[in-house]
């Protein structure tokens, strides 16, 4: 092999190389600085997560002790952080949209209790602005969740 073939294979690698490390490294300190923020968050709060989970924009954990679960979304963690108490729930299931057989539009979990519904999304079709996890994923996600979650219910 000569040289020149050789100084082009070492600029073709580094321009795949390059970009995919940046991309590595910026997204694994994002969800550093999220987990950190959270982390903050829920122990001003008093609340020890023992799971903590981030699905695309949605990051979800769970105070076993307490029964409290935690969301808040992965852009504004300190806004959007919810605490919902699992006893004042009575149901949680998950919820699935599609508007044609084979595609699936929104995906999330369902939360009932007596004063209140909410829903939790893990995938919504027309968000633009999420990581670009396929339904499927959020799918079995949210069926995790509902698993984790379930045991702590009121009604359990």
């Not at 070492?10 to 300190?29: E, Q």
């Not at 963690?77 to 508007?99: E, G």
Request: net charge neutral; proline share 3%; charged share 25%.
């Amino acid at each position: 092999m000569d040289t020149g073939s050789l100084i082009v294979d070492i600029v073709i690698i580094l321009v795949i190389a390059i970009p995919l490390a940046y991309l590595v490294i910026y997204s694994f300190n994002r969800e550093r600085k999220v987990k950190k923020s959270v982390a903050k968050l829920c122990s001003q709060k008093g609340i020890n997560l023992g799971i903590f989970e981030i699905n695309g924009n949605l990051v979800l954990g769970i105070d076993d002790q307490q029964k409290k679960l935690i969301l808040t979304h992965r852009k504004d963690t300190n806004n959007a952080f919810q605490i919902i108490d699992l006893p004042q729930l009575t149901d949680c299931q998950v919820k699935t949209v599609k508007h044609s057989k084979n595609t699936l539009d929104w995906v999330g979990l369902e939360l009932v209790g007596t004063q209140q519904k909410q829903d939790i999304a893990f995938y919504v079709e027309e968000d633009d602005e999420d990581p670009g996890t396929s339904a499927e994923i959020c799918l079995q996600a949210a069926r995790k969740w509902e698993k984790l979650i379930r045991p702590l219910l009121k009604a359990s």
